[in-house]
């Protein structure tokens, strides 16, 4: 079965430090889509940012960075330059070849002021 | 185009009673998927669609739950007989066959059964 594994339930950093969120996750298939998604106190659930597993180069958006180590089956996401605003979970995701997305429990990220 | 919609936001019901959710995805969205999240975890796929076609259903779906997407635009949830453990957040879904394979989500339903 594939699954997703967050290790991290929950995390705290100052504002303006760099966050590392981990990832793990089980899987047979060679080509798929990694996720991380972020999902604020209002509920809305929103895509950071998307790998996908035939590239090599590592996917960037602005501030936010992933460590896509695919022997490993490793996904982790960077924040730097944290914000109050990057309070929220984060759920990684693993989309499979039924275009089923499968998620890790959520990683509870507070950033202190 | 202002993203998936879903409605009610917020639904409160006693036990034994029928819901329906409607969810509208982003326009021309072939895939329309529903989640359901309950505290603490991450969602849980439920069903979906390409354009009007159930296309797989989970376990997690018991019989007293039927989707639709009649006409391969919106879709509704119906929950029947409600139970309290069906008490959750309901995700809905959309993305684009030939697009950029990421699921973009609405708001969500948060069912409270009594």
């Known amino acids: 079965a594939q699954t997703v594994t967050q290790s991290q339930p929950e995390m705290s950093v100052q504002e303006a430090e760099t966050v590392t969120l981990s990832c793990t996750y089980d899987?047979?298939?060679?080509?798929?889509?990694l996720f991380w998604y972020k999902q604020p106190p209002s509920r809305q659930m929103i895509l950071v940012i998307r790998q996908e597993a035939y590239k090599q180069q590592n996917a960037t958006e602005n501030r936010f960075s992933v460590n896509f180590q695919k022997a490993a089956k490793s996904f982790s996401l960077k924040i730097s330059d944290s914000q109050l605003g990057d309070t929220a979970m984060y759920f990684c995701a693993f989309l499979n070849r039924d275009d089923k997305i499968i998620f890790g429990k959520g990683t509870r990220l507070h950033i202190l002021p | 185009d202002t993203g998936v919609s879903q409605d009610p936001r917020h639904k409160i019901t006693k036990r034994g009673q029928n819901v329906t959710f409607r969810c509208d995805p982003i326009?021309?969205?072939?895939?329309l998927y529903w989640y359901r999240q309950t505290l603490g975890q991450g969602p849980e796929f439920l069903t979906y669609f390409q354009n009007e076609a159930q296309l797989e259903k989970s376990r997690l779906l018991s019989d007293r739950f039927s989707a639709e997407r009649p006409k391969g635009s919106f879709s509704t949830l119906e929950i029947q007989r409600t139970e309290q453990g069906d008490s959750a957040m309901y995700l809905c879904?959309?993305?684009?066959?030939?697009?950029?394979?990421?699921?973009?989500f609405g708001p969500g339903t948060r069912l409270l059964v009594l």
């Open positions: 899987t047979s298939e060679n080509n798929y889509y």
């Open positions: 326009s021309e969205h072939n895939r």
């Open positions: 879904a959309s993305s684009h066959l030939a697009g950029d394979t990421a699921q973009y």
